[in-house]
């Protein structure tokens, strides 16, 4: 098959950012490892402990309705656990000892609405529901596509954790992300995910990430799409090294 001009760069792009000291992109969980993500019985790639994600930490994007009502609430510079908080479900929020502080949100929107993806509960026991998201529009630039940093965290001095990041859970294709990036703030070296699908069944997009400085990192995560439009990602988790 011949690949574009725009494809051709895109994969070039990525293939010349796999990783740098600090972040190492691991690979990508889909269909049921990506939704089941807090269940052992389901078969994961990338889990480093316990066949979960999650086990260090974890932030779901949900509302708090217990009917999960329809939501739709700008958020403006917030802590995910902020005052935005009424909006998550308590019992999905494990904030990992690594962290120096709560993800913080890049402005946005929280968002449910009936035709988004169904995951596990963090405590697999209890069930699935339906998960939110943040989403955002996208916006030109990047060396892939259309970009904006979603969210970004700082990690403690010494500490190392695998991420995950749930996209493609809006239940279209044209919510998606094509790519996400994850770079460190002191650096500003990028390191991207292989190419996303779009197709409205989630992925969970793994990452190792390392602080071997006596100080904190920023690491800030950027989802990418080919053109301008709207993007959002629904799930943090974190875990050790394997």
Not at 11 to 38: M, N, Q, R, Y
Not at 157 to 176: K, M, T
Not at 178 to 203: C, F, K, M, Q, W
């Given at each position: 098959?011949?690949?574009?001009?725009?494809?051709?760069?895109?994969?070039?792009?990525?293939?010349?950012?796999?990783?740098?000291?600090?972040?190492?992109?691991?690979?990508?969980?889909?269909?049921?490892?990506?939704?089941?993500?807090?269940?052992?019985?389901e078969t994961k790639t990338f889990a480093a402990e316990g066949n979960v994600y999650g086990s260090l930490g974890y932030y779901v994007l949900a509302p708090s309705a217990a009917d999960q009502t329809s939501t739709s609430t700008p958020v403006v510079n917030n802590d995910i656990t902020g005052p935005q908080?009424?909006?998550?479900?308590?019992?999905?929020?494990?904030?990992?000892?690594?962290?120096?502080?709560?993800?913080?949100?890049?402005?946005?929107?929280?968002?449910?609405?009936?035709?988004?993806?169904?995951?596990?509960?963090?405590?697999?026991?209890?069930?699935?529901?339906?998960?939110?998201?943040?989403?955002?529009?996208?916006?030109?630039?990047?060396?892939?596509?259309?970009?904006?940093?979603?969210?970004?965290?700082?990690?403690?001095?010494?500490?190392?954790?695998?991420?995950?990041?749930?996209?493609?859970?809006?239940?279209?294709?044209?919510?998606?992300?094509?790519?996400?990036?994850?770079?460190?703030?002191?650096?500003?070296?990028?390191?991207?995910?292989?190419?996303?699908?779009?197709?409205?069944?989630?992925?969970?997009?793994?990452?190792?990430?390392?602080?071997?400085?006596?100080?904190?990192?920023?690491?800030?995560?950027?989802?990418?799409?080919?053109?301008?439009?709207?993007?959002?990602?629904?799930?943090?988790?974190?875990?050790?090294?394997?």
């Open positions: 098959m011949k690949l574009s001009l725009r494809a051709t760069i895109f994969l070039g792009l990525l293939g010349c950012t796999v990783s740098h000291a600090g972040v190492i992109f691991v690979g990508v969980e889909t269909d049921a490892a990506a939704t089941a993500w807090s269940d052992p019985g908080h009424q909006l998550a479900m308590p019992t999905q929020i494990s904030s990992p000892d690594a962290l120096a502080k709560d993800p913080w949100v890049v402005g946005g929107t929280w968002v449910n609405v009936p035709n988004y993806s169904i995951i596990s509960k963090p405590d697999p026991k209890a069930g699935d529901f339906r998960v939110g998201a943040i989403s955002s529009d996208t916006v030109e630039g990047g060396n892939v596509g259309a970009y904006k940093d979603f969210t970004y965290f700082l990690l403690k001095p010494g500490e190392s954790v695998r991420l995950g990041i749930l996209v493609d859970a809006l239940g279209q294709a044209l919510y998606a992300a094509d790519a996400i990036s994850v770079h460190e703030g002191s650096t500003g070296n990028v390191v991207y995910s292989e190419p996303l699908s779009r197709d409205g069944v989630p992925e969970l997009v793994v990452y190792d990430l390392m602080n071997t400085s006596g100080s904190e990192v920023q690491f800030n995560i950027a989802l990418h799409t080919q053109k301008p439009g709207i993007t959002g990602f629904s799930l943090l988790t974190f875990d050790p090294l394997p």
